[in-house]
């Protein structure tokens, strides 16, 4: 047998679950067990684009991905902010236990946000990639969702929560919302499973400033 076959067999998406046709969904904690348990594999998708759909900034959505990215940048994984809506607060990230070394953020607007996404997650050289971009069409997204297999990367994609309604080929897809006095995530759709939801409280507000 070639290598290059080996490698081809040997990798998980190749492969689909006999038992029930469904694909093997390789992930990465969220760091919230009542959440991961409502994830086929147990986390955000590896190689595949997330998107959260949030009512407004500061509901805790970007606590939502910290874990990961603290896991990531302690094992040495490079993790690119694009577009925060504010700026990172170093000292807080710190404490939360990022490696900061590992840390980059970029400026980029309209199609040139997606194209910056786009290269970082097809480069291999990044274990996560998050972005704040607005309204993107099917096609930018597909994009996306391509680079991020392609890369074997984790693909966070922030997007207003209106953009719910229209349809995207993103792994994941979860809703974050305010209810009674909590953060409430909505689990719209995910590899796997579809019309369910993990209603999760979050901590308010999130480690960037203005």
Not at 45 to 65: I, K, R, T, V, W
Not at 93 to 105: E, K, M, S
Not at 137 to 163: I, K, M, V
Request: with cysteine; net charge positive; proline share 6%.
């Amino acid at each position: 047998m070639s290598h290059a076959l080996a490698d081809v067999l040997h990798h998980p998406a190749a492969w689909r679950q006999a038992t029930s046709g469904m694909a093997h969904v390789r992930t990465r904690s969220t760091g919230r067990a009542e959440l991961d348990a409502q994830l086929p594999g147990g986390g955000w998708p590896q190689g595949a684009l997330s998107e959260m759909l949030s009512e407004h900034d500061g509901l805790g959505d970007f606590n939502l991905a910290l874990p990961a990215l603290k896991a990531l940048t302690r094992e040495g994984r490079r993790v690119v902010l694009i577009n925060p809506p504010y700026v990172p607060y170093a000292p807080a990230l710190r404490a939360a236990g990022v490696d900061l070394r590992q840390l980059n953020q970029l400026a980029a607007e309209g199609p040139e946000a997606v194209w910056t996404m786009e290269q970082c997650l097809r480069s291999g050289g990044c274990g996560a990639v998050i972005a704040w971009i607005g309204q993107l069409d099917y096609r930018s997204l597909r994009r996306l969702q391509l680079a991020a297999e392609s890369g074997d990367s984790l693909a966070l994609l922030f997007r207003p929560a209106a953009e719910a309604a229209h349809n995207s080929p993103a792994g994941l897809r979860l809703h974050v919302c305010a209810e009674h006095g909590h953060t409430r995530v909505d689990v719209l759709k995910s590899r796997g499973r579809f019309q369910h939801h993990a209603v999760t409280p979050l901590p308010r507000g999130h480690l960037l400033s203005n």
